[in-house]
């Protein structure tokens, strides 16, 4: 019996237990051992980028869709044959925004399966709304009324009207932003990442607007934004609005009862980031056969729906999304629109340097301005993000 190895990342508690249960459905069926690796989110990047390196890992890996083009350029994945992929699933099958990250700019070979698709969406409470004399059907119809929508909430006493994911999300605060910069006809950069977009006049204005969201906090809805460490401010009802996936709905945090009472689910001004995670096979696999079936497996439809509820997750397939699981319920049913809908990131080679320090230096930026509300916004955006376009242009045009 051949023996591979697959791994993925720690989404929920449940995780490890499920895709247990699930290999060893596949051992039945196809006389494959299968043995789960199982990274923490934080420390996967790394961990995957070593294994590229080396040559040596897993066989099958669940990866972050946008960390697929730094390892294509490493020539560490395996591509998918035409015919695999007749049995795996069809560019057809897959929401646009999750299909677009199988493969690198300027070169059609497929490397990599949409396996985990997710959104952010913005979390809010029904009974402030109502409170601040806000109609939820058009609270969050555009970026401009996000915003009166926070000055009416901060009226009626809300110490934190819109709660920004910053520390409580690492990536979170660029992937919200992303519907602000897209929304406003600006990018973060060209198509093929030769030239730096995120400094000029559509994204800074739209930064600007983003984060002029936290001069609705109060003094104290600011000291707790900066004292906060992971829970969302959201679930102890300090917060009315917050921007999160479907894991902000499904965190081990308890809830406030006037919480959980009045939880509503809207989409993002559109398009907004639609991300998630896909299944690749490494270059370095002795089992390709074994790998290949896996990953079909894995894809099956009644695997992936097992899959997502544990993982906290919805599916990249159109049908699945389109599916009577879905429809009913209105917090999935806004994500299933908005993935089908949104935008993926520009796949290039080394998208993942320009996100990490863009990530890094907005998570800044949020931290300067909780601390130092009365300083100038406009001025402070230019002096980070203007240098960092600089440096950033220098090394993409290598």
């Known amino acids: 019996m051949d023996e591979i190895e697959l791994s993925v990342q720690q989404h929920t508690p449940q995780t490890t237990e499920v895709l247990t249960a699930l290999l060893k459905q ?84 497929i490397r990599a399966i949409p396996w985990h698709a997710e959104t952010y969406v913005i979390h809010y409470r029904k009974d402030l ?38 520390s409580s999300d690492h990536y979170g605060t660029l992937h919200a932003l992303a519907s602000w910069v897209w929304g406003r006809g600006g990018d973060f950069c060209s198509p093929n990442g030769k030239r730096v977009l995120f400094d000029r006049f559509e994204a800074l204005s739209a930064i600007r607007a983003y984060f002029g969201l936290l001069r609705h906090l109060s003094p104290e809805g600011r000291q707790w934004m900066q004292t906060k460490e992971g829970a969302a401010l959201f679930h102890q009802g ?46 370095h696999t002795r089992h390709e056969r074994a790998a290949v079936e896996l990953v079909r497996f894995l894809m099956s439809e009644a695997v992936l729906a097992q899959a997502n509820r544990a993982m906290a997750t919805l599916p990249p397939l159109t049908a699945m999304l389109d599916s009577a699981e879905f429809i009913p319920d209105p917090m999935r049913n806004v994500m299933a629109q908005a993935i089908k809908t949104g935008r993926s990131y520009p796949a290039f080679r080394l998208w993942g340097i320009l996100e990490d320090r863009l990530v890094n230096t907005l998570l800044s930026i949020g931290v300067e301005v909780l601390a130092h509300p009365d ?12 240098p960092l376009a600089q440096r950033l242009s220098l090394t993409l045009a290598q």
């Open 26 to 109: 596949f051992e039945t069926q196809a006389h494959v051992r299968v043995k789960l690796r199982v990274f923490d989110w934080l420390s996967a990047r790394a961990e995957l980028d070593r294994v590229g390196l080396r040559g040596q890992g897993p066989d099958v890996s669940e990866i972050g869709s946008t960390w697929v083009t730094e390892l294509i350029a490493m020539n560490a994945l395996r591509s998918f044959t035409a015919s695999e992929l007749a049995k795996i699933g069809r560019p057809q099958d897959f929401a646009a925004a999750s299909w677009k990250t199988v493969h690198i700019e300027g070169d059609d070979t």
């Open 129 to 166: 709304l109502w409170q601040a004399g806000v109609d939820e059907a058009t609270a969050f119809e555009s970026h401009a009324q996000i915003d009166q929508t926070a000055a009416r909430l901060k009226t009626i006493g809300v110490p934190v009207p819109v709660e920004l994911p910053l």
């Open 238 to 283: 300090k917060s009315a609005i917050a921007f999160g996936t479907i894991m902000l709905a499904q965190s081990a945090s308890a809830l406030a009862p006037e919480v959980s009472a009045n939880w509503g689910t809207a989409a993002l001004p559109a398009p907004c980031f639609v991300g998630g995670s896909n299944l690749v096979i490494w270059q």
């Open 375 to 386: 300083r100038d916004l406009a001025d402070l955006i230019d002096q980070q993000i203007i």
